[in-house]
Nanobody
Framework: QVQLVESGGGLVQAGGSLRLSCAAS????????AAWYRQAPGKQRELVAG???????IYADSVKGRFTISGDNAKNMVYLQMNSLKLEDTAVYYC?????????WGQGTQVTVAS
């Protein structure tokens, strides 16, 4: 059974940093198959960071230069380093894997940025 568990969310002041982690079990994957999404109240879920088909990291314009996606294949982990957090980064953040034409989602972790 595939399971993704996100952690690392919390309450942080604007300008601060958080590092989200996604632990995957029951599945082998390449980091390129991973992505982070977020959903703010009243808004649609949106892609925050992921990888292009060529393996290049891609980011939403709103987070470019502030967020960094990375992974550790040996540990089956995916990370999202978030720096210079803004109020508008407040959302539930989800880890997603796309492996062999199937997608898998974690339960999400809440990130709240306060002024």
């Amino acid at each position: 059974q595939v399971q993704l568990v996100e952690s690392g969310g919390g309450l942080v002041q604007a300008g601060g940093s958080l590092r989200l982690s996604c632990a995957a079990s029951g599945i082998m994957f390449s980091t390129n198959a991973a992505a982070w999404y977020r959903q703010a109240p009243g808004k649609q879920r949106e892609l925050v960071a992921g990888y292009s088909r060529t393996g290049t990291a891609i980011y939403a314009d709103s987070v470019k230069g502030r967020f960094t996606i990375s992974g550790d294949n040996a540990k089956n982990m995916v990370y999202l380093q978030m720096n210079s957090l803004k109020l508008e980064d407040t959302a539930v953040y989800y880890c997603r894997l796309y492996v062999k034409w199937r997608e898998y989602w974690g339960q999400g972790t809440q990130v709240t940025v306060a002024s």
